[in-house]
């Protein structure tokens, strides 16, 4: 087969200069790989995305990992770099990002200020007929549209936060945030978008410590030492070293927690879920509270879960509404309690209550898309129980949200102002999915396979509404299940 090529071009409300700086910052490679995509082993060596800069990576496909490297080799500031991509089934594959000043174009009909193109110079090792190919190609444009859209939606969050940042002399320009549970779902594309805003993230991490953005602790022993992170043994800031910020520590997000969806509640995992949540939280408090007053963070946004509430049945329920009376409802009382002694010293403290959260890279939408992949979807019990989510993008814009508006304290339940049955929900994925779903499973089933769990978790109502964080100005991309389906899955683009 001769050479093939692919051009997609997006317009962007953004000088060139920032567009280009926003692909040349930690995170953007992670930030731009769709979540349908699984890739292990990231390794990078270089200097970015100049020429010499290299990441090789495992590619899985149907559980199986292909190895795959890449390699930048062409690069000038502000107009283009290149990569070109070894492994796989392609025997070439050379992709140019060129970037073009609109501004200037007099027959510029969009009043965007700059564009973006992306061109892929490809080949395969082997021939394939036209309609294996037409699917190739569908591919390519699939991932390509959901690159622009999130480049194009981080942006505009970005400017926003960077508008409240001009506005305030007395605020950092480049933020420091300190984050628990970094490597769980939330964490990895929460601190991808923050990295490519231009803030950096220092990790908690439960071994030594690798390079200075990690910090070893071990909330089952209380061991976290942010002092010596910090090298600042008194309230004397100018005794600190300085570096971004002379390394205080500006926020804090607390993502720590045992996965209450990993099956049964047998008495072990019940332990596992109140200490995983509850020492990690204590200990973050009882230690950023105990700082120096001039080197606390200013927030503390520790998640918890819209399980706050309970069973709910039809109705609906906000930040006001009493707590429920299910095992869940306890272990989310208990969690936000471990907090009380950072509001105590005066940090604003945060509870996130989190719904469902939608990714095909973990939680309940990867767990059901392989059975709805193959027309294998099934309704659970009724469908009747209400479901409250939220897509990640709108979660991890959610938080940076919290860390803008220094107004808002205590509980935030961060959900789409949509939540839908689980019968609206099973018929939605699909619908996107263009699958058949004409499976029930019956309640009892649920109580044999996972008892309490399957109870709480599956059987529940939980119809919340994110009064607060919709009246504290909070844009969603993605108010309404159907779009954010389509945008997590890869299914909302229209050649």
Known sequence: MSDQYFIKQVDVDEPVETIFGWHENLGAFERLTPPWMRLKNIDKSGDGIKVGAKVSMDICFGGVPFPIRAEHIGYEKNIFFKDRLYGGIFSKWEHTHKFFNLSLDISNKSNKLSMLEDRIDYNLYFHVPNKLHNLIKSEIYRLFNYRHTVMVNDLKRHKDFSHILNSNPNLPRNLTFLISGASGPVGNSLIPFLTTGGHRVIKLVRRKSQNSDEIEWNPYKGELDLLDFIDCKSSDRSKCKSKYNNNKIDVVINLNGYNIGSGRWTEKAKEMIVKSRNLSTKLLADKISTLPKELRPAAFISASATGFYGDCGDSCVDENSCSGDLFISEVCKDWESCAKKAQDCGIRTVFARMGVVLTPAGGALERLLPA????????????NQYMSWISMDDL????????????????????SPNPVTNKEFTATLANVLSRPAPFKIPEKLIHILWGKMGEEILLASTRVVPEKLVGSGFRFSYPKLEEALRHLIGKDYKK
Do not use: T
Request: charged share 10%; aromatic share 10%.
């Open 372 to 383: 709805f992949m193959v027309g294998l979807g099934a309704q659970i019990g009724s469908g």
């Open 396 to 415: 991890i814009y959610s938080l940076y949200h919290i860390v803008q508006k220094q107004e808002i304290d205590g509980a935030i339940n961060l959900i």
